[in-house]
């Protein structure tokens, strides 16, 4: 492939500007720029003039925000399941023989007001998770 389209080029140049191009790209952008030196000025014009945009992030970013969102969705369904827990247990009952046999607040308050302290602390925990993670 000797002649190159000025097209292919034009396709190839984000690929050279950003650094990205492979060995062979780079070489043969490099020739045909310098073969065509009004092509060339014109597109060190045009990437002048246009913003800088970042390039992509590499492999292992995206890998390593996939296990902190999984990490964070499994934090946050365990925080809310310990909450739903704990905010359940001092309402915990018997009822046996047509009669309330046991009733938590009632029966143990002691055990009723540590449940319901981790379950605030539960929920606690889970609010800050989420505004952590909505910052982000």
Same mark, same amino acid.
């Given at each position: 492939?000797?002649? *190159? +389209?000025?097209?292919?080029?034009?396709?190839? =140049?984000? =690929? !050279?500007?950003?650094?990205? &191009?492979?060995?062979? $790209?780079?070489?043969?952008?490099?020739? !045909?720029?310098?073969? +065509?030196?009004?092509?060339? @000025?014109?597109?060190?014009?045009?990437? @002048? &003039?246009?913003?800088?945009?970042?390039?992509? &992030?590499?492999?292992?970013?995206?890998?390593? #925000? %996939?296990?902190?969102?999984?990490?964070?969705?499994? *934090?946050?369904? #365990?925080?809310?399941? *310990?909450?739903?827990?704990?905010?359940?247990?001092?309402? $915990?009952?018997? /009822?046996? +023989?047509?009669?309330?046999? /046991?009733?938590?607040?009632?029966d143990a308050?002691?055990? &009723? @007001?540590? /449940?319901?302290?981790?379950?605030?602390? @539960?929920?606690?925990?889970?609010? %800050?998770?989420i505004r952590? $993670?909505?910052? *982000?």
């Open positions: 492939m000797t002649d *190159l +389209h000025e097209d292919i080029i034009v396709d190839l =140049l984000p =690929l !050279y500007y950003s650094g990205d &191009a492979s060995e062979a $790209t780079r070489a043969t952008v490099e020739a !045909y720029l310098a073969a +065509h030196p009004e092509f060339a @000025a014109t597109m060190r014009e045009a990437m @002048a &003039a246009s913003p800088q945009v970042p390039g992509n &992030a590499a492999p292992t970013d995206g890998v390593r #925000t %996939i296990k902190r969102v999984r990490s964070q969705v499994a *934090l946050r369904g #365990t925080l809310i399941g *310990l909450g739903i827990f704990f905010s359940l247990m001092p309402c $915990t009952f018997i /009822y046996a +023989h047509g009669r309330l046999v /046991y009733f938590m607040w009632r308050p002691g055990s &009723a @007001a540590l /449940y319901a302290g981790l379950a605030l602390v @539960a929920w606690i925990a889970l609010f %800050i998770t952590r $993670t909505n910052k *982000l």
